[in-house]
């Protein structure tokens, strides 16, 4: 889960790295009110969990509390990639001098913590790793040992810094790292860190990803999660189904990720565009199955849906169940393809064949099928 | 031979008497696993479909010295515990199929149990079969049939896909594990290439991956290093997949620019890895090279 910035900047302030002053703003008067406390002048910050909003327009600069007031007005609720704005962070402008970076991430090719540090911040740190890898400095911390100093100096050591520069950056690093042990995160960063005209180190943006995985320990956020998540997306997780949406038009549902994916695949491989991905997971159960395919048939782009099933723990005779009762109520004008085999196979398809529907034994075969479908679907005038 | 499990492969379930662990001990002991012992804290005493359960792991062990792989249902919260518990006793394979554990807890235990030479499968795996020897997981047993493909995957269901047309077309399984889908795994694609190099009943591996992180890449570039002996064929699924979003699998998300599908098999095929593009057609590449 993505937090905020002013979320981001709400934690380290707790773990004493000291952040900009600001407020949040819902309302253009608010803008205006926090650019009067902060001494007449501000920076007006769009909150979204998107990157890339200061090329989009999401952040300016107000000169006094007026303009605030006009920039906030125009601020909240425009959109940025399609997430709207909501809240401003308002906080004092930093007169920087210089910028760095600093992060902490989950590195999945070691399976340890890795720190990543450069002394030159502010750029986008995917594109200065290819650019110029000697410019950054990557630290591995094995998570049983934990941090200890001479991490922090190899890193400090690297950044260029004067004396109290480096005990400064040695503070924010081992906080930092504090708040990405407690917060089960999987990216803790800042970037860029400033120097600003007095020599002081600034975290100007702040950006933490949670591990959904561990929010039943910290409830704080476990409620906040289903923000990111678009009206389909949290109905599917409240039925314990993942669910991410694309841009066709053939409604895709199977039991497993990996499937489910391969099942995806096949549909672009044979010249058909997929709706989404719909997995329903191990073991479901018929009304498990009918809410998920109801899902899809009632989605307005969905013209073919597309169910694919090899049966473990998920048992055939549930699935069919499960889709003739969807197809009953929402499938007048969709068309269905299945592909089912495995556990109680034999029940599962007398049941669809019942209901008038023919099964696939091959997911190739069905795959073809659906794309040939969707087609004839498209051309139709209605 | 097999690798992993085989004859002598003696299991204690741990999670025995929940919903999950009871279904599958029941399925494991259909197929003819020797599963001896279970452990559920609390529940000692008491049997699962004929297997005596134990409060703890050192009870089980010191009751059946033969216990060697432990396999565990525990859920999320739990497991990292059960994990421990299992190394400290002196397991030496634990198969952890729980879904959902905290990835800074996995990344723990892991290199915990790498310290201790303990080998962990998973988590969020479907583990492992040596077809017709031993079953330590939650596959349906009937798609695998024995032969001489190793299999290694990501995933679930489409690791029984694949296994499925590697049956039908004749050629069987030495032994198929599935390593899971988290974003940090005990075993690793290269890990169980090594394992499989050394075993002289498999003739070719299958490697199974997906988007997100760079296991295929750093198994790719250890075929190519290495001069694997064996023939490797490969599927990746999540070509379609969008980046930024998970699909399904925790680990399976493109992320900060690395880990997308069509990337994967360009460094595949680098290695002089067969790729794929449906799960039949990995039978049909496998059926050709083993002919040539």
Redesign the interface.
């Known amino acids: 889960m993505k937090l905020y910035e002013y979320e981001a900047k709400q934690l380290f302030s707790l773990y004493n790295i000291s952040v900009p002053e600001f407020e949040l703003a819902r309302t253009p008067e608010e803008a205006r009110e926090i650019t009067q406390k902060l001494g007449g002048k501000s920076v007006l910050k769009a909150q979204v969990l998107v990157a890339g909003r200061g090329k989009l327009g999401g952040i300016k600069f107000a000169e006094s509390p007026q303009e605030a007031y006009e920039l906030a007005k125009k601020l909240l609720g425009m959109e940025i990639k399609g997430e709207k704005v909501n809240s401003l962070l308002v906080s004092e402008v930093v007169n920087i001098e210089r910028e760095l970076y600093l992060s902490i991430v ?1 590195d ?2 070691v ?3 890795s720190i990543l540090a450069s002394s030159e911040g502010g750029i986008d740190i ?1 594109e200065l790793a290819a650019r110029s890898p000697e410019k950054l400095i990557k630290v591995y911390v ?3 040992i934990g941090l200890k100093p001479y991490h922090i100096r190899r890193i400090t050591e690297f950044m260029n810094l004067s004396d109290e520069q480096k005990k400064a950056l040695q503070d924010i690093t081992l906080n930092l790292y504090r708040v990405f ?1 407690d917060f ?1 995160c ?1 990216l803790a960063e800042i970037n860029p860190l400033a120097v600003d005209k007095e020599g002081k180190l600034v975290p100007v943006d702040a950006k933490v990803i949670i ?4 929010l ?2 910290r409830k704080e956020f476990a409620e906040r999660v289903y923000v990111e998540l678009n009206e389909l997306e949290i109905e599917a997780k409240k039925h314990g189904f ?1 669910y ?1 949406e ?1 841009d066709g038009d053939i409604g895709i549902i ?9 099942t ?6 044979y010249g058909g565009r ?1 709706a989404n ?1 719909l ?1 329903i997971g ?1 073991g479901a159960r018929a009304d498990v199955v009918e809410k998920a395919a109801s899902l899809l048939l009632k989605h307005p782009k969905v013209k073919v849906l597309l169910v694919n099933i ?4 998920t048992r055939c005779d549930e699935v069919a169940k499960g889709l003739v009762n969807a197809l009953t109520n929402y499938g007048k004008d969709k068309k269905l393809v299945v592909r089912l ?3 109680n196979e034999e029940e599962g398809k007398k049941i669809l064949s019942n209901a008038g529907i023919s099964a696939f034994d ?3 075969d069905a795959a073809k099928n659906a794309v040939e479908l969707a087609k004839v679907v498209r051309v139709w005038p209605c | 031979m097999a690798v992993l499990v085989d004859k002598n492969t003696y299991v204690v379930v741990q999670g025995i008497t929940g919903r999950e662990g009871s279904f599958h001990t029941k399925a494991m002991l259909d197929y003819g696993t020797k599963v001896v012992a279970g452990v559920t804290p609390g529940k000692g005493g008491q049997s699962v479909h004929g297997i005596p359960v134990y409060d703890s792991i050192y009870e089980a062990v010191s009751k059946h010295q033969e216990i060697n792989t432990s396999i565990i249902f525990v859920p999320s919260s739990y497991a990292p515990d059960a994990v421990y518990e299992a190394i400290d006793a002196g397991i030496d394979i634990i198969v952890l199929i729980t879904e959902h554990i905290p990835v800074h807890d996995s990344m723990k235990f892991i290199r915990y149990a790498k310290l201790r030479g303990v080998c962990i499968i998973g988590p969020n795996c479907p583990g492992i079969i040596s077809p017709g020897e031993s079953k330590v997981g939650i596959m349906p047993g009937h798609v695998f049939s024995k032969g001489t493909i190793g299999i290694v995957s990501r995933s679930g269901t489409l690791t029984y896909e694949v296994a499925y047309a590697i049956t039908k077309m004749r050629l069987g399984q030495s032994t198929a594990v599935g390593i899971g889908g988290d974003p940090i795994t005990g075993m690793s694609m290269i890990d169980m290439l090594e394992l499989f190099r050394e075993d002289d009943e498999t003739k070719a591996v299958v490697l199974i991956g997906e988007i997100g992180g760079d296991m295929e890449e750093r198994a790719a570039e250890y075929i190519r290093r290495s001069g694997y002996e064996k023939p490797v064929v490969a599927f990746v699924a999540g070509r379609t997949a969008p980046p930024g979003k998970r699909m399904g699998h925790a680990g399976a998300i493109i992320s900060m620019g690395t880990g997308d599908a069509e990337s994967k098999v360009r460094v595949f095929e680098a290695s002089g890895v067969k790729v794929a593009s449906t799960p039949t057609e990995v039978a049909k590449l496998l059926k050709e090279i083993l002919k040539g």
């Open positions: 989950i999945r090719s399976g340890a913590i995917e094995d998570p049983l042990v089960d999987e591990d959904d995985n561990a039943f320990r993942s991410v694309l199977g039991n497993g990720a990996g499937l489910t994916m391969a995806m695949d096949l549909v672009k491989l997929p991905f997995d191990g090899l049966g473990g723990i085999i495995g556990t091959s997911m190739e």
